[in-house]
């Protein structure tokens, strides 16, 4: 079936700039995971959606991240006035999170979305 | 605060050469385990997985782990490399706070180099 998707593959904005960066999950996954993959800082957790629940707000680094799960399904992670060292890989991922019976919490990962802030 | 440490940054390997990387993780609880793969060019993929029984856990394209509980590490393991497994590694945890789901906490990752 269809893995994470992400979109857009590439993004190139100039200091300053709003940025918003959409993944659309497995068909059926719970759980949506941001994180960010940057030279010298390594795959960093952002914010993680379970179901209805409130949102896991702890690794965002700054008030200028934030991140909204429509539906129960697509996520858009907005980053605004963004800045020269908000520049990163930004992957999403996924999990199916079925309460009870065997382990369905296993990650999934879109190919992520690439961003240049000049 | 929880980290993982891998050890070793980069590894060049001859082919059928035997690969071992090493991940360690700080946390005293239980904990799930996981190493995943990124091939150049393309997404992170997982390759093996522990949640709880047999500690040797096997993985796809041949790749195993073993989780030793009490030296809290979960090392990797082929017993011998191709060209195609050149790739980076990251080894990554899961505190168990919750019953299912929470964030992967991933180390810095190793990237293996395979010379034909």
């Known amino acids: 079936g269809a893995g994470v998707s992400q979109s857009p593959s590439n993004k190139v904005t100039e200091k300053g700039k709003d940025v918003e960066l959409r993944c659309d999950p497995i068909s059926g996954h719970t759980a949506l995971y941001w994180y960010r993959q940057s030279l010298g800082q390594g795959l960093e957790f952002l914010i993680y959606?379970?179901?209805?629940?409130?949102?896991?707000k702890s690794g965002l680094p700054s008030d200028r991240f934030s991140a909204e799960r429509t539906g129960g399904s697509v996520s858009t992670l907005t980053i605004q006035r963004t800045q020269q060292e908000d520049s990163a890989v930004y992957l999403c991922a996924s999990s199916l999170n079925r309460p009870g019976g065997p382990r369905t919490d296993t990650q999934y990962f879109g190919p992520g979305t690439r961003l240049t802030v000049l | 605060a929880q980290s993982v440490s891998q050890h070793n940054h980069h590894v060049i390997l001859s082919e059928a050469a035997s690969l071992e990387l090493g991940c360690n993780y700080s946390?005293?609880?239980?904990?799930?385990l996981f190493w995943y793969v990124q091939y150049p060019g393309q997404h992170l993929q997982l390759l093996l997985k522990y949640f709880s029984g047999d500690p040797l856990v096997k993985g796809i394209k041949g790749f195993e782990a073993e989780f030793i509980k009490s030296k809290f590490s979960f090392n990797l393991r082929k017993p011998s490399v191709q060209w195609s497994d050149t790739a980076e590694y990251f080894c990554a945890v899961k505190p168990l706070i919750y019953n299912q789901g929470g964030k992967l906490i991933f180390g810095q990752g190793t990237e293996l180099s395979v010379k034909p």
């Open positions: 959606f379970q179901g209805n629940s409130a949102p896991d």
């Open positions: 946390y005293g609880g239980t904990v799930n």
